[in-house]
């Protein structure tokens, strides 16, 4: 059997060409199952050669229909023409691309000046598909693999290194870098939003900085929508509150929405709350007062109780222990202090009969004052977390340590060899939560849409310009 794939193209004013794509030979007396149907290297060809044929004829009708003036109908002058090779998801293809001259009466420039359409609808000689494919494989795994796993599978990417892969996607992750979306379903101006930030740390790339830096990492959520991630590292944008303020007031749609904002009480974080333009609720992650009672609780367990006073202790400061629990759930300090000094006042007056249950105590000790130390430094950030739980709402930064994994830990840190610098690492970072939160090709359409916009002063002086043409048919 014979195979014979054929084309046919036909243009916007019906003109017809046929073209044979590919041809394979199957003779039904060597047939083999490896000779079953189409084998992966026949479709990469199949999918070239139409992409060979389909490119310069997509290039030929449009250059055709822009060498026209849209407006006079005057035919533009052709100043030569030149090869252009694009980068397309099915290979590489060279298109012959002409060089006119634009009317004065119409886009890029109203003036006569040397244009080439195919290079300005595609400015970088790559398909923005081919852009978006990179970056999203790029996102979840090292830029060789990239390379490794296009290969595999597409045609025409012998030549394609991972060098070029990195480049397109920080490119992209830098134009991305700052977009926000208004989300797709607004929710109502009530609603409260709440914002979890936790960090992550990478390996450094730069000797002379220090060896790891942080990426600051959280998530968005409201009652009624899909959770958002954001990433940034600290010094590559302006600042992180301008930054949270600009994400929280798209996605509300309000100027000044009703946040709450959990965090760890650590790394200066806390206190990006107060430098937002309007009123945030700051809160202490619950999970990281629960780890400090959880490791009291462990310590006052496994004490090694021997004579009785001992084991009188023991089970005093056991109970003591799982009362704390309860008084930080419920936001009682009063109680908990007492518990507390109860429990500090037990450590010191009993008398040791082992060295064992001496070191449980001193550790028991050391273990308390931090905690009431950690609390105190956050006191106003500490709420009534049985309360809010019962509310439906978040009350530690589980979520924002789910986005660190997803963001962060998956791409850049575990089992990745590789070392970043903060540029690279916070663009990367923006592409891979664009592509987590899934509009990465949203983002992209968002800037092209911003970069295609005239600014005011332009498009008026264009217009007075036109309106001085029509009036003396000669001005220049
Ligand atoms: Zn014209």
């Known amino acids: 059997m014979k195979i014979i794939v054929r084309a046919e193209l036909v243009t916007d004013w019906g003109e017809t060409t046929a073209v044979e794509v590919a041809q394979f030979d199957r003779p039904v007396s060597e047939l083999e199952p490896e000779c079953l149907g189409l084998s992966l290297a026949d479709g990469k060809q199949v999918l070239s050669n139409l992409q060979k044929f389909f490119v310069p004829a997509q290039a030929y009708e449009y250059c055709e229909v822009r060498s026209v003036c849209s407006n006079c109908r005057r035919q533009l002058r052709l100043k030569d023409y030149r090869r252009l090779k694009v980068d397309t998801v099915f290979g590489t293809v060279s298109v012959r691309s002409p060089r006119l001259m634009s009317c004065p009466c119409e886009p890029p420039y109203y003036l006569e000046g040397l244009f080439s359409p195919m290079s300005q609808i595609i400015p970088e000689r790559a398909a923005p598909g081919l852009l978006l494919l990179q970056a999203r494989l790029a996102s979840k795994m090292s830029f060789r693999q990239v390379v490794s796993i296009m290969q595999e599978f597409l045609p025409g990417t012998e030549k394609l290194n991972h060098v070029t892969v990195r480049n397109r996607t920080l490119r992209l992750g830098s134009r991305i870098d700052g977009i926000e979306l208004p989300l797709a379903v607004p929710l109502s101006p009530d609603n409260e939003w709440s914002i979890a930030i936790d960090g992550g740390f990478v390996r450094g790339r ?75 609720t700051p809160i202490l992650d619950w999970f990281h007062i629960s780890m400090r009672i959880r490791y009291l609780e462990q310590i006052s367990k496994g004490m090694h109780a021997r004579s009785e006073t001992e084991k009188h202790t023991k089970s005093v400061l056991c109970k003591q222990m799982t009362k704390l629990r309860w008084c930080f759930w419920n936001a009682s300090f ?40 950690y609390i105190g430094s956050n006191k106003s950030s500490v709420i009534a977390y049985a309360k809010r739980q019962r509310e439906d709402k978040p009350v530690s930064t589980a979520m924002a340590e789910s986005a660190v994994n997803q963001v962060i830990n998956a791409r850049m840190c575990k089992r990745q060899q590789m070392r970043w610098t903060p540029r690279g690492a916070h663009l990367l970072a923006q592409v891979r939560c664009a592509v987590i939160n899934g509009d990465l090709p949203q983002k992209l359409a968002a800037y092209n849409k911003k970069m295609s916009e005239m600014p005011e002063h332009i498009s008026r002086f264009l217009e007075l310009l036109r309106a001085g043409m029509e009036r003396e048919p000669q001005p220049f």
């Not at 600290?234 to 994400?247: F, K, P, T």
């Not at 202090?337 to 109860?342: A, D, F, N, S, T």
């Not at 028991?364 to 009431?372: I, S």
């Open 334 to 373: 009063k109680k908990a202090e007492e518990k507390i000094h109860q429990a500090l006042m037990l450590c010191r007056i009993i008398v040791p009969q082992t060295p064992a249950f001496r070191d449980s105590l001193s550790h028991l000790d050391y273990r308390l004052r931090d905690l009431w130390a």
């Open 206 to 280: 730069d000797e002379a900085r220090p060896a790891s830096f942080e990426i600051l990492t959280g998530r968005l959520s409201a009652p009624g929508m899909k959770p958002r991630v954001f990433a940034c590292v600290r010094g590559e944008v302006d600042s992180i509150a301008e930054r949270l303020a600009s994400l929280l007031q798209t996605c509300s749609g309000s100027p000044a929405p009703k946040v709450c904002m959990i965090t760890d009480g650590a790394n200066g974080v806390q206190s990006i709350h107060r430098q937002l333009p309007f009123p945030a």
